[in-house]
């Protein structure tokens, strides 16, 4: 089974901020200087125009303003953007054991299927995600999902989550669909990194990972609640650059 269903970043996809707060009783409004700065001291700058920012790795609207796209897979598969025909198939993914077992699935009726469905075209138009169905060419029945979420298009990251209806597994689909999903990120949108997270005790997501290239970079301790408690989580990730598995 696949990565996580819905992973949410630090600080909505950023770096924590951190702040000094005035003394308790302090209510001037006036903030108290950081500690180990005189009053005094000079800024380090005097010239804005002496700051360099930093560009953006993708630009604003390079997503967006595209439709979609469709991929061929091997084994008869399609990545297809999703579709409010799919909705039962959404439905049914909820009530997998295997798939409740490692994402953070919800419950939905068909109406709230459709309205996601929905939704993840939505969040492709404002660039905050990339959601595909892996679908069967013979009958176009979707019968998995991967996708990539947590985006940072400023920073270049992004984090793959998939997973698999008992019709979809085998046959290589999630590693084909991983892959496919991680060209396009890197070589086309222009992406700098790509995370896949797992729990330690799911060695398929492991094994989905590794064959795709992607790094083992360490363990994340107690990372994400599941249904039986905390569990610690690998982390993997691909860079721009990074060879492709040979074959692929």
Known sequence: MGGRYVRAGAGAFGGERVGV????????????PARGFPESAEPLCHDAGM?????PVVPAGRMGRQQQPSFVLPGGRELRPWRESDADVLVASAL?????????VEQLSLDAAREKIAHWGQRWTEEQAAIWAISRREDDRAVGLIGLA???????????LYWLLPAGRGGGAALDATLRVSRWALDELGLHRIRITHSVSNPASCRVAQRAGYTLEGTMRSALLHAD????EHLHARVAGDRWPDGS
Do not use: C
């Open 96 to 104: 997998d054991p295997d798939i409740v077992r490692w994402n953070r």
């Open 150 to 160: 947590d985006f940072d298009l400023r920073g270049g990251s992004a984090e793959i």
């Open 51 to 55: 700051i360099t920012p930093i560009p």
């Open 229 to 232: 408690g905390w569990h610690d």
């Open 21 to 32: 707060l005035p003394a308790a009783g302090d209510d001037s409004g006036t903030l108290p």
